[in-house]
């Protein structure tokens, strides 16, 4: 038996399958007993035997010693058309012919399938700089065509290989050595050309590697303006259109605008969005049912919540809401929530909180390194 099937004294908790008033629905309960927010870790085991849950006509109440939310989940299936009223996509590949790495533009090429439909645009570009070593030494071509039509040569050719004569093929050039220089080629390019994504690998570099080398991805999502699909090698790519899309909420202003964004993207492909929150650890709190701080935390959490399921409503949008409480890197809470609804794609918007020093890094950075499925990084832009 789970944790999420007991209560707080280990006993089974009887969950209703539906409601009278949402009889095509099941009803997920997600209960955490294991407390992460608003407490010392000493304080975790006895916030764990003091959690508890009550089921009310089919609503979770958030009660002071956990924050739990039922949201239902449509069982029927969902259409799988890419895109709806004739609107297309236009994806700019970030495209390496160097890179002697085949696995990822294999994997690149299946998340394009997936993502993309007949009538979407994607273009391959490459920003040639004299950083690339098999450039920089191409003695026997000459200066001229070196960093431009030389290169654009390579990158048709990858894509005549990989099936996909269709893509148009363009190469930037980039007379500094700067990886930063480049990863700004590519983002002005983007904003230029309009683009509705950006799809780049990430090589997942750690150490002494990631220090001299850099990252291309990394750096480029705190430079786009343009939404980005961060693919790696282990990066499970759907067979076919997503079907369920992860977007991970803070419950911020910034996070409503990811909101809206991962809803648009949840029309787009006619699959069901599926809402985390987790909350940040805040210490120092007196966590007791008389503490205003905490009825203050409650009824704020409880509106966003409530916000989120009418959006998901009003956008016709199936999916499910969920708030994890459990002592854990938030990093790890999203990724496991990916896994149990299936996530197709993960949703993230980008920015830098103050958990970044607590958590070892940002949260975007730890889910980019660590997903197997694509990460979409929502930008403001």
């Known amino acids: 038996m789970s944790d999420s099937d007991r209560s707080a004294g280990g006993r089974k908790r009887d969950v209703p399958s539906a409601t009278p008033a949402n009889a095509g629905y099941r009803h997920r309960l997600e209960i955490d007993l294991a407390q992460r927010v608003h407490f010392d870790l000493a304080d975790a085991a006895h916030l764990r035997n003091a959690a508890r849950a009550e ?83 191409a003695f026997d071509v000459p200066v001229g065509i070196r960093f431009a039509s030389y290169p654009k040569g390579l990158v048709e050719q990858a894509l005549k290989r990989l099936g996909m004569k269709q893509v148009r093929a363009t190469v930037l050039t980039q007379d500094s050595l700067s990886l930063t220089s480049s990863v700004r080629a590519l983002a002005a390019h983007a904003a230029r050309e309009k683009a509705d994504i950006t799809l780049v690998a990430s090589h997942a570099r750690k150490g002494v590697p990631r220090l001299f080398l850099g990252s291309f991805a990394e750096t480029l999502v705190h430079l786009s303006k343009t939404d980005l699909l961060v693919f790696r090698e282990s990066t499970h790519a759907a067979k076919g259109a997503p079907k ?11 996070g409503d605008r990811g909101l809206e964004k991962a809803l648009r993207y949840a029309k ?29 935390y409650r009824k704020r959490v409880q509106k966003k919540i409530q916000a989120i399921e009418s959006s998901l409503k009003r956008s016709r949008v199936e999916g499910s809401v969920v708030i994890d409480m459990r002592w854990a890197p938030i990093s790890e809470l999203i990724l496991s ?29 730890q889910v980019l390194r660590a997903s197997v499925a694509p990460v979409l990084v929502l930008k403001a832009g």
């Open 244 to 254: 369920n899309l992860l977007f991970a909420h803070d419950l911020s202003r910034d």
């Open 55 to 137: 089921y009310d006509l089919g609503q979770c109440r958030v009660l002071a010693s956990n924050v739990v939310h039922l949201a239902p989940t449509r069982t029927a299936g969902y259409r799988t058309d890419r895109l709806p009223g004739g609107a297309t996509v236009k994806v700019l590949w970030a495209f390496n012919p160097f890179d002697v790495n085949r696995k990822l533009q294999q994997v690149a090429r299946a998340t394009l399938k997936a993502i993309a439909g007949a009538r979407d645009q994607v273009e391959a570009v490459y920003v040639a700089s004299p950083a690339e070593i098999d450039l920089a030494t």
């Open 337 to 365: 929530q990916a896994r149990r609804v299936h996530a197709d794609l993960l949703l993230v918007f980008a920015k830098s909180g103050r958990l970044a020093s607590f958590m070892g890094g940002s949260v975007t950075r």
């Open 268 to 296: 787009r492909w006619k699959c069901a969005l599926h809402v985390i929150h987790v909350p940040e650890p805040v210490y120092g709190i007196n966590f007791d049912d008389q503490n205003p701080k905490v009825e203050s």
